[in-house]
């Protein structure tokens, strides 16, 4: 554990660069299924890739004020903020990134801070629907944290700890060490909170393609754009592996985080679909009922 | 008091609101040398994202490019619902004085480099509009043209057509209109407001 700073940030480099291929491919892959089940044949799965180095290709670029800068950049800070404090593989000293120095709280605030830096941003852009997307995002994710934080809660009780490594380490051995079969019940509420934070189907009311037109980003363009696209790949990534490390039981090799992040995405996939959009007044009673009851019962068998 | 539609209404904003609009003179940006702009073009043709906007009778044509039988994703093609993130402007027929001006003000707030598609004889001579006292005849008076598909209607296959040729003109850097539409601004201005008649909106809107 007494690797050299510079080694370290160069190891961590090395580990966001690879998140972020796989984030983005990621992306494609889903876009390829999708045109597939459709009868389409679809973009290739490189197709994030291009559409970045294009939006970063943009000649020209417009400014609304200070915090339209910073909007993308906290919200990449967030994203990568996310994964630099998750361990993504297990003993692996270039995948365990600063895991050492933080602990699931940072995490956690990490995931909402990209998203305030971005309503910060989208605020000052000064479009009508911006300001729509923001107060959606904002309350849906208000919502959905409840039952996040308090599953969060329920396994920091189970394991007696805060740190993500530990976690790991207390699941390895068997597929039946794993979070989602000791813990089966907080499982199920995160995963219904990871429907919200992907923000695919029942609950796309934040982004709504065809209602507003694409909400908070509406004035984004160039750069900016193309900052969040990158970071849409990071962010993506790194709550996938996070999920995989509290309740899948980690990954031990490069090829067990793939088919462990991928397997996860596609639960939401999957329920996105399958299902039509939520309004922001239904997916918030929708979280505040159904998988906030299930985190609390499981928080109360694990002190009984 | 009678409301003066030919003043911006941007004209008594306090200086810190001023920033939603940008009223200052476009300046043309140069492509870049060597392989660095071939890779770029080479990403613009293959990442175009079509700006939303039917401005004519065409637009119908455009849906069915999204679906599985015409499927433009396949292309890296795909429909984007704000001017700020798109980079291809499809005309879609005959352009009405009414909708020009929307059309003048969504081209300007697409950032360089911008491309557009034209659809139909309409865009090209006004077709069967050609004496219609609310229709204009040539689109490219007004803002310049890429690429037209000729047609009335145009089919899908014919648009995709269309931008495939679009592509190509990328990829040879052939495309450069954003740039002499600055160079001929003064132009292209004068012809917008000989026909705009209620012109209350920054002569350059970015």
New interface residues.
Partial sequence: MDTPLVLKILYSLISLAVITIWGLSLGGIV?KIY?RV???????FW?PF??I???Y?????????IMFFLGPVFRIAGGIGTYLFIPAILGSTIFSNFSVSGDVLLVMYFIFFGQLGMALGAGES?HPYSAIGVARGLAQMTAFEVPFALSIIAIVIQYHTLNITTIVLAQQGSILNWTLFTNPLATIAALIALLGMNMHNPFSVVLA??EI??GP??????SY?ALMQTNRGIFNAAKLVLYMNLFFGGATNIFALIIKTFSIYMISVVVGVSFPRFRTDQSIKFFLFVPTLIALLAIIILVL | MKKDNRLLPNKDMPDFERDYFCDAHPETVKPLKGFIEKFLNWARANSLWILGFGTGCGAIELRPLMTARFDMFRYGMAPRPTPRQSCVFVIGGYASIKTLKRIVRSYEQIQAPKFVLALGSCTINGGMYFDSYNTINRIDHYIPVDAYVTGCMPRPEAIIAGLRKLQELIKQGKAEKANEYIENFEWYKANQKKVIKDWNMPDYNW
């Fill in positions: 876009r045109a459709q009868g389409r044949i679809g973009p290739p197709q291009i559409d180095i294009k939006t290709g943009k000649r020209t670029a417009v400014t609304h004020g000064g393609p065809q037109p694409i980003p509406t004035e984004f363009h160039g754009l």
